[in-house]
């Protein structure tokens, strides 16, 4: 899982987080780009930040497991600098 481009938005309840996750799976050979966005009831960045790494990796898990014809191997992506 790679994190290309995040986007931080604050409102009034709480903090909302989108991104663009580049994600290897079986289903092609080269990796899959997705959308993510999560609003969470929390003021603090940081917070936020680590809750949606959570739902980013789980997610991630989720589409990794579906079966496919191509393999995973490490030489298909570059992980994150933070958000391995």
């Not at 290897?24 to 609003?39: D, I, L, M």
């Not at 959570?54 to 570059?78: I, M, W, Y």
Request: with cysteine; hydrophobic share 35%; charged share 25%.
């Amino acid at each position: 899982m790679k994190i290309e481009e995040i986007t931080v938005s604050m409102a009034q309840r709480g903090i909302c987080v989108s991104a663009s996750v580049s994600v290897p799976t079986r289903r092609q050979c080269t990796n899959e780009r997705h959308t993510v966005g999560h609003c969470y009831p929390t003021k603090s960045t940081l917070k936020a930040l680590w809750l949606f790494r959570r739902d980013v990796k789980a997610l991630t898990q989720e589409l990794q497991r579906l079966p496919g014809d191509h393999d995973l191997n490490p030489s298909n992506f570059r992980r994150g600098l933070f958000w391995t």
